[in-house]
């Protein structure tokens, strides 16, 4: 149950970032086509001769710098999208397959990897690993293990064997 509730709250934040870089986007979509309408007001005007040649090149210099500039930012918005379920499939395999990415990473992956999770070190002292804190995400993840956990006796287990 914690899980799902988890999971409804990370969608529900994602739906609602979604909505904000989707307006993030409209809001530069919108500033770029000003630009470029400003852009073909300056050469119109300078092919009409309203506007003196010397001026027209400084305007078109600088309001193509200012739509190049706008262009990559209208990029940068739109990688910022995502996809959720992609997103969510990705992270749940990945940490179910923990171990494996560990076993098979470089010694300065296992580093990024083992501060990920403990972000205070690991300490080892006589013969003993220890750390009392645990990165808020991977609590969340111990959580959700714990709820599918049934402790098993001894004698439930050699029972289910025996049968």
Known sequence: MCKKRALDRFIKRYKERETEIKGDYVRQLSDTNELQKELDWVVGSGRKGILPEHIVKDKVKDLDQKITLAKLQLTEIHTEELNVDALLAYAESFIRTLENSWFDARPEIKLRLQRAIFPEGVMYKENVFSNCKISPAFEIISTFGAENVKDVTP?????????
């Not at 004698?155 to 049968?163: D, V």
Request: no cysteine.
């Open 155 to 163: 004698l439930e287990f050699e029972s289910k064997f025996s049968e």
